[in-house]
C-alpha cells in the first residue's frame, strides 16, 4: 500500500506563488510515476503535470506550462509542484497521484493512489 499525503495549499494573490509537496510511504517500485490533477467547483477533475520517477521525464497540461513546474526528490520519495503567475483561473483542489507501474501520466484512471487533496484559492 501506498500513501500521499499533500501539503502546501492555501490562499495567495493573483501573480503569487506556492509550492505543493506530495509525500510518497509506503512500497513503492519500479518504473512509476507521479501527478498532480486539479479540480474547480462544478468542473471535471483534470490533469495538471505529471513526473516518471526513473527517468525524470515530464508532462505538462497546456494550461500551466512554462507556468508551474514538477520536480521530485528521490530521497524523500516527494514530488512538488512550484506553481507560479497564478490566476484565479488556478483556483482548484489539487490530487497527487501515484500511478504504479507508470503508464499513460495523462490520464487519471492511470493512477492507482491519490492522496486527499489540498485547496488552492487565488484571489484577484
Known amino acids: 500500500q501506498v500513501q500521499l499525503v499533500e501539503s502546501g495549499g492555501g490562499l495567495v494573490q493573483a501573480g503569487g506563488s506556492l509550492r505543493l509537496s506530495c509525500a510518497a510511504s509506503?512500497?513503492?517500485?519500479?518504473?512509476?510515476?507521479m501527478g498532480w490533477f486539479r479540480q474547480a467547483p462544478g468542473k471535471e477533475r483534470e490533469f495538471v503535470a505529471a513526473?516518471?520517477?526513473?527517468?525524470?521525464?515530464?508532462e505538462y497540461a497546456d494550461s500551466v506550462k512554462g507556468q508551474f513546474t514538477i520536480s521530485r526528490d528521490n530521497a524523500k520519495n516527494t514530488v512538488y509542484l512550484q506553481m507560479n503567475s497564478l490566476k484565479p483561473e488556478d483556483t482548484a483542489f489539487y490530487y497527487c497521484?501515484?500511478?504504479?507501474?507508470?503508464?499513460?501520466?495523462?490520464?487519471?484512471?492511470?493512477?492507482?493512489?491519490w492522496g486527499h487533496g489540498t485547496q488552492v484559492t487565488v484571489s484577484s
Open positions: 497521484a501515484l500511478d504504479m507501474p507508470a503508464t499513460t501520466m495523462r490520464r487519471s484512471t492511470s493512477y492507482n493512489y
Open positions: 509506503g512500497r513503492t517500485f519500479g518504473n512509476y510515476a
Open positions: 513526473i516518471r520517477w526513473n527517468s525524470g521525464n515530464v
